[in-house]
């Protein structure tokens, strides 16, 4: 399985099933999924779970108990070919925002928006967040008020 090109469809099923087995594994610890990456580092496939808990702090105690449920789920299942090395820690403060919620709960805070597409004709803003509804961010930038489409961002962060 390669990440790129013509095995792309291969990583969507993988994330897919991973997402599956995440849910078997994190609903009793109120743990939900930030993010989860997977792509080749060298010859290495890396499965990087990125997690919290919704009202903020995860400790390395619960990383690492995720971690080992989600491996054994992992090796029961049998759904990844050949070797693999499976990462499960907490975002960060520089976490991605990808969701409504995500948004919502950086409310206040400034963030850089990296697009897939022009809004006022940039693909990069950075601005404090101001509103969020079902379809887009507002953003207080430099001399404007923006909103931009939720189905536009590429990628946010928050910045520290």
């Known amino acids: 399985m390669e990440v790129g090109g013509g ?31 997977c792509r080749y580092e060298g010859n290495n496939l890396i499965l990087r779970v990125l997690v919290d808990k919704p ?5 390395l105690g619960e990383c ?16 990844i070919e050949g070797d693999y090395v499976l990462e499960v820690s907490s975002p960060g403060l520089d976490r991605p925002l990808k969701r409504q919620k995500d948004f919502l709960r950086s409310l206040n805070k400034e963030a850089v928006f990296f697009l897939n597409d ?11 967040i101001s509103k969020v509804d079902q379809a887009t961010v507002s953003i207080q930038a430099p001399g404007e008020i923006l909103e ?10 928050l910045v520290i």
């Open 7 to 37: 095995k792309f469809l291969v990583k969507e099923v993988l994330i897919k099933e991973l997402n599956e087995l995440f849910s078997l594994c994190s609903g009793k610890e109120n743990i939900e999924l930030i993010d989860l990456i």
């Open 55 to 59: 009202e903020g702090g995860i400790t």
């Open 64 to 79: 690492a108990l995720l971690n080992r449920q989600l491996g054994d789920l992992l090796e029961e299942k049998n759904i």
């Open 118 to 128: 022009l809004v006022n004709g940039k693909c990069q803003w950075q601005g404090v």
């Open 148 to 157: 931009i489409p939720l189905i536009k961002i590429n990628k946010a962060q």
